[in-house]
């Protein structure tokens, strides 16, 4: 069976400077999704990034990107210019391509990010 | 686009009574959706996977006769606690994939508050 770790509970960055989230995870299949969603306080669930693991490139979006390293089973995220909105609870994802659109999504614990202006 | 919407936000019930959780997608046909519960400071927790049409798939722990799930169309899943006891309060959260996209995301609700007295 999958499964995803977070090893920090919290972290805290000041605004303007950069974050790492780390995640690692298990699986024995070769191809599948990793997402980092995040949680704010309204408890609404978004989509932060998405890598697909066939693809060797690094995932990015605008100030969010991913150092997905395929080997080591490690998906960690870099937060870049922190903004107080970034503020929330980030949640590491895995979900298997075995079965299409009816595979689940596994989460992390998640990790709490702090943001000090 | 992509939209699932969640009915009621919050809800307030007496012990022993039962409530419904309705989960749409508002602009998108859902082949699949999941149910999640989410205790305070915690992650989210699969509780099952309805497809169309069929009978939901429970995880382990999970009692079906507790939690009905129900997924009468193609954007319609409702998750209906049953005989509902102050330990069933929780934070249910509903998620959808896209029928006929494959791009592995899933689309989440907004969450519903569950609180019994």
């Known amino acids: 069976a999958q499964t995803v770790t977070q090893s920090q509970p919290e972290m805290s960055v000041q605004e303007a400077e950069t974050v790492t989230l780390s995640c690692t995870y298990d699986?024995?299949?070769?191809?599948?999704?990793l997402f980092w969603y995040k949680q704010p306080p309204s408890r609404q669930m978004i989509l932060v990034i998405r890598?697909?693991?066939?693809?060797?490139q690094n995932a990015t979006e605008n100030r969010f990107s991913v150092n997905f390293q395929k080997a080591a089973k490690s998906f960690s995220l870099k937060i870049s210019d922190s903004q107080l909105g970034d503020a929330a609870m980030y949640f590491c994802?895995?979900?298997?391509?075995?079965?299409?659109?009816?595979?689940?999504?596994?989460f992390g614990t998640g990790t709490r990010l702090q943001v000090f202006p | 686009g992509a939209v699932v919407s969640q009915h009621p936000s919050r809800v307030i019930c007496k012990s022993g009574t039962s409530v419904k959780i309705e989960c749409r997608s508002l602009d998108f046909q859902a082949t699949t959706m999941f149910w999640y519960r989410q205790f305070p400071k915690q992650s989210l927790m699969l509780m099952a996977t309805?497809?169309?049409?069929?009978?939901?798939?429970?995880e382990q722990g999970v009692e079906k006769d507790k939690f009905l799930i129900n997924h009468a169309s193609l954007t319609l899943s409702t998750l209906t606690v049953t005989s509902a006891h102050p330990e069933d309060s929780s934070f249910y959260i509903c998620?959808?994939?896209?029928?006929?996209?494959?791009?592995?995301?899933?689309?989440f609700g907004e969450g519903s508050r569950l609180t019994v007295l």
């Open positions: 994802a895995y979900r298997s391509k075995r079965l299409y659109n009816t595979d689940k999504l596994i």
């Open positions: 998620s959808a994939t896209r029928q006929g996209v494959y791009t592995g995301e899933l689309f």
């Open positions: 309805s497809n169309e049409g069929s009978k939901a798939t429970y």
């Open positions: 890598q697909e693991a066939y693809k060797q």
């Open positions: 699986t024995s299949e070769s191809d599948y999704y």
